[in-house]
């Protein structure tokens, strides 16, 4: 360290003016600043806590934590002052304390130079502005230092402190400056003098100035890092899953239910997802409950008003049955006697073609009778294959179509599937079901597959035929309907349904895998 070299004499430069009431009392004068913060966050968090979610969570954890680095900043801010100011006492205690020896001994021996040198030897430390010798009234004895920071003469009675060192602050020239005080004795321990080091607070100043500098560098990276993490992670954990969240509500409200919500991102937006899910999922199974109901109650509505016609039928049909039938047996009759009679071929043949209309007359008059008869008397056990069969084998429009039953054994490992029912009026409803398929394609593939479901004897008639479109299927059931105009009388399947009705079963139609019709037959089994 390079030595300075500053004028020596005596009484030279006035001594730091040292108050009397610190030497006096032996104490520091200390510094305590104090400030009271209010930021706008507080304001902000009292105001305008129902903003958006994103503003909750700068107030709930972006203030509150740079207030506390704020805090934590002051605190270790004036520990470190604290800790710089202890530091510069023990300095300028070490360096006094060194000093009070060798100027005591040259001063009690009156050794002008060696008492010179050792003053001047307080500038081998940088900042100490100087070292000043009191006598004990008082007056500078002597002094080496560059600035006039002491006065001539110190009160006489600071002479009479006890025997330890005082330290005090003050402002000299609009610069704070730190002195240092030392009682000097003699050989036999008695008060020769006293003596003053003084030194500058700005080396810790400069010290504290460049460490809030350096602090307030760090805290605006780490607020602006902090923030940027902030909104990173709200992006990604929070605005992301809930944009998406709205998105799919919003597409769900014009009526697409079969939209569900992602369910990703935090576990409790997540679980938020799942439970909309869940909800939704719950939503639709109602409304498909509800209409399934409406379609049954709709089914049931046209069931009922079929019922309605068919027994007014009934009735009708019971009514006047008879009293057609006679008159046509009396003609039909007539017409065979007149054959028998007839000499030309042209006779023969239009009396052959009434015999024929009267034969169709009479076939729709017991269709008409079959509406009327509720017969569940001699209703016993059938086997359902062999009545099948039966039907199959009387159904006469089928001049070049095939008809091939199937029994699934595993449905009925003990024996044939048995139903109880009617045998004449069951096995017409079976004859008019397969035969519709041959009126619609005389050369008809038609497959019956006898299976059981649920206590349910489940028989399922295709065909390879045109089939029936949709809108039709629940119209083919009313009496007078069919789709071959002027071919039939449409109460073939209109008699097959209320035959089946009658034994508690159904009779709905459908589309085959082969896109032709296909007529599922339910009853229930026999036990």
Not at 13 to 42: D, F, I, N, Y
Not at 312 to 327: C, D, K, R, V
Not at 428 to 442: G, S
């Amino acid at each position: 360290m390079k030595k300075r070299n500053p004028p020596r004499g005596i009484y030279g430069l006035q001594p730091c003016a040292a108050p009397l009431s610190l030497l006096s009392m032996g104490v520091r004068q200390k510094h305590h600043p104090k400030s009271h913060h209010r930021t706008e966050a507080h304001r902000s968090a009292r105001t305008g806590f129902n903003g958006s979610l994103r503003a909750r969570i700068l107030l709930c954890l972006f203030f509150p934590a740079c207030l506390l680095l704020a805090g934590i900043g002051w605190i270790l801010y004036g520990g470190v002052s604290k800790a710089l100011e202890k530091q510069m006492w023990e300095d300028v205690e070490l360096i006094a304390r060194a000093l009070a020896k060798p100027v005591a001994y040259s001063f009690e021996r009156d050794r002008t130079n060696s008492l010179l040198d050792a003053l001047e030897s307080v500038f081998d430390f940088e900042r100490v502005y100087g070292a000043y010798l009191y006598g004990l009234d008082g007056q500078l004895i002597a002094q080496a230092g560059h600035r006039r920071v002491t006065n001539d003469s110190i009160d006489p009675l600071a002479m009479s402190l006890p025997k330890a060192p005082v330290g005090s602050y003050e402002r000299r020239s609009g610069e704070s400056i730190f002195s240092f005080f030392v009682p000097l004795n003699d050989a036999a321990d008695e008060p020769i003098g006293m003596l003053q080091v003084t030194r500058s607070r700005h080396e810790m100043q400069a010290a504290l100035s460049k460490l809030q500098n350096q602090f307030a560098l760090a805290y605006s990276l780490f607020i602006a890092g902090f923030m940027l993490f902030l909104l990173f992670l709200y992006h990604y954990s929070i605005h992301r899953p809930v944009r998406k969240l709205h998105a799919s509500i919003r597409r769900i409200r014009p009526g697409k239910r079969h939209e569900r919500v992602p369910t990703e991102g935090a576990r409790e937006l997540s679980e938020l997802g799942a439970a909309l899910n869940q909800m939704l999922d719950a939503i639709e199974a109602q409304q498909s409950k509800l209409t399934q109901k409406a379609r049954e109650e709709g089914r049931l509505k046209r069931r009922l008003r079929n019922a309605e016609q068919l027994a007014a039928l009934g009735e009708l049909a019971g009514s006047i049955g008879h009293e057609i039938g006679t008159p046509l047996a009396t003609i039909d009759g007539h017409a065979q006697r007149a054959v028998r009679k007839a000499h030309s071929p042209e006779s023969q043949q239009a009396l052959q073609s009434i015999r024929g209309e009267v034969s169709r007359i009479e076939a729709f008059i017991r269709e008409l009778l079959s509406f009327g008869e509720r017969s569940k008397s001699e209703v016993q056990p059938i086997d359902f294959d062999r009545l099948l069969s039966e039907a199959v084998a009387q159904v006469s429009e089928a001049p070049g179509g095939e008809v091939l039953i199937q029994l699934d054994p595993k449905a009925f490992p003990h024996g044939q599937p048995t139903v109880r029912a009617n045998p004449a009026r069951l096995r017409i409803a079976l004859k008019n079901i397969i035969a519709n398929a041959f009126q619609a394609k005389p050369d008809a593939q038609v497959t019956c597959r006898i299976s059981a479901e649920n206590k349910e004897l489940v028989c399922t008639i295709d065909d390879d035929g045109p089939g029936i479109a949709p809108e039709r299927r629940e119209q083919i059931f009313a009496p007078f309907v069919t789709g071959r105009p002027g071919k039939g009388t449409g109460l073939g399947l209109a008699l097959a349904d209320r035959v089946v009705h009658e034994y508690e079963g159904n009779l709905r139609a459908t589309e085959s895998p082969g896109k032709g019709a296909r007529f599922i037959l339910r009853l229930p089994l026999e036990s």
